[in-house]
T-cell receptor, first 113, second 113 residues
């Protein structure tokens, strides 16, 4: 596609459930990033991938959060046993190369009840 | 740690007014600097960037100059339009370090006709 796509666009879940968020980067982009946007914390880095490897996972808030990337393309961010403080907009970005400009998707709005 | 500080919003201007949004940074190395914009209901878009001291980034009538001596990257536009109403984020990436974007809190701009 022309841009970064994310699904679902909105997700409402109950506390304690697991959720999976998907990101499709721009075709040919080797680097992929996950960020979180919340009212209290602003925009925060979570993790990035170069190919299928994740050199920097320092932003993942807890071990309930994990991410993977397969085939150097699609990435999935998984949150286990969701908590209310996980409610936020989860943004994915990709760049052609590791130090290239990052292009963002529209985000997934997660609401944990 | 590395951080970005933006002027608090919201900012409300009349059409054709001059805009300045202040941004200063703290970084252990030599960052690249960015302004991203988020229009209502849309995703983050790269507005402009600068990668070394004294570089000027420009796009859509907006400008920002990388000032190493004052660690600043203020966003300016000579004559704003209603369509410029959005949230503006200043950000940095450390060159040669982690590839994550570090964002400021964002400044909401409203331009009235």
């Amino acid at each position: 596609g022309a841009g970064v796509s994310q699904s679902p666009s909105n997700k409402v879940t109950e506390k304690g459930k697991d959720v999976e968020l998907r990101c499709d980067p721009i075709s040919g982009h080797t680097a992929l990033y996950w960020y979180r946007q919340s009212l209290g914390q602003g925009l925060e880095f979570l993790i990035y991938f170069q190919g299928n490897s994740a050199p920097d996972k320092s932003g993942l808030p807890s071990d309930r959060f994990s991410a993977e990337r397969t085939g150097g393309s699609v990435s999935t961010l998984t949150i286990q046993r969701t908590q209310q403080e996980d409610s936020a907009v989860y943004l994915c970005a990709s760049s052609r190369t590791l130090r290239g400009d990052q292009f963002f998707g529209p985000g997934t709005r997660l609401t944990v009840l | 740690g590395d951080s970005v500080t933006q002027m608090e919003g919201p900012v409300t201007l009349s059409e054709e007014a001059f805009l300045t949004i202040n941004c200063t940074y703290t970084a252990t190395g030599y960052p690249s600097l960015f302004w991203y914009v988020q229009y209502p209901g849309e995703g983050l878009q790269l507005l402009l960037k600068a990668t070394k001291a004294d570089d000027k980034g420009s796009n859509k009538g907006f400008e920002a100059t990388y000032r190493k001596e004052t660690t600043s990257f203020h966003l300016e536009k000579g004559s704003v339009q209603v369509s410029d109403s959005a949230v503006y984020f200043c950000a940095l990436v450390l060159q040669g370090g982690s590839e994550k974007l570090v964002f400021g809190k964002g400044t909401k701009l409203t331009v009235n006709p």
